[in-house]
């Protein structure tokens, strides 16, 4: 046989070989699927309970029908063999949150068995809301108001934490207003918070308590050791119903600062109707942690 030939054949099974490694790596370690956009908060693993997702779904809901803006949650167990950040961005970029030319979405993914070298925390901030919620504020929220909770395993906790830093920075933007709604009339009451006191005003005010409180430096002996100037966060846990309660408080305020209705005091069901994003652009903005 002639050198040739040989060379030929040699040639051919070099790339045989290659391609069949190729193969055995893409059935090894593929990418992860991006999961269908059905809801607001998507649990893959079982972080909340039902009620925990129903309350923030809720939540969420409300909150953009008053202002627009769109936040989700995806909470998977791995990202593997992705970092988060490029997991996240490819989410991002598959459910499109906000409107679109306002570009007014978020998206919070937490991988819970990620090794910390790929992260376990990721904020993804549409191009309108970067200017807000900037880089160094995500990893604030993610590090200083969401991880001590989840080193405590207080999953809820830390979310609805983070979700309403996330909120209160995004009402600081004058995004355009949503679809005005119809909304019912205010009733005349009073609130066990004093006599003559509005339900209204009394609502304001604790929003602007936990605002205040999500912010300000920490002041005991509960400020995490090594990590000094961090925001105020309570030591023990909280239960369902003061999450709820907080957080329902906190997005209330968007009616105020965002020129939406007035807040009901309750949590719409949101799993009626099914959810889509609103065709919203996102360029990698955002930052990424762990705890």
Known sequence: MSPLPRLLWAWMLTLLLVCIAHAQAQRSDPMRTVPPLRARVTDEIGMLTPDQRQKLEGVLADYEAKTGSQIAVLLVASTE???????????????????????????LVVAKDNPKALR????????GVQGVLTDAQSKRILEDTIAP????????????????????????????????????????????????IPVSIFLIFIGIVVIRSLFRPRRTRLMQP?????????????????????????????????????????????????????GGSFDGGGASGDW
């Open 226 to 278: 090594g990590l000094p100037g961090q925001p105020w966060q309570r030591g023990n846990h909280w239960d369902s119903a003061t999450t709820g309660f907080i957080l329902g408080n906190i997005l209330a305020n968007a009616a105020r600062h965002r020129g939406g209705g007035g807040f009901s005091g309750g949590f719409s069901d949101g799993g009626g109707g099914g959810f889509s994003g609103g």
């Open 81 to 107: 063999p992705e970092a988060i950040e490029h997991y996240s961005i490819r989410v991002a970029d598959a459910w499109t949150l906000g409107r679109k030319g306002v570009d007014d979405g978020v998206l």
């Open 149 to 196: 909770h989840f080193r405590q395993q207080d999953w809820y906790g830390g979310l609805v934490a983070g979700v309403g830093a996330i909120a209160t920075l995004l009402n600081q933007e004058k995004f355009p207003a949503p679809p005005a709604q119809a909304q019912p009339q205010p009733q005349a009451q009073e609130d066990d918070g004093g006599p003559g």
């Open 120 to 127: 376990r925390l990721r904020i993804e901030a549409g191009r």
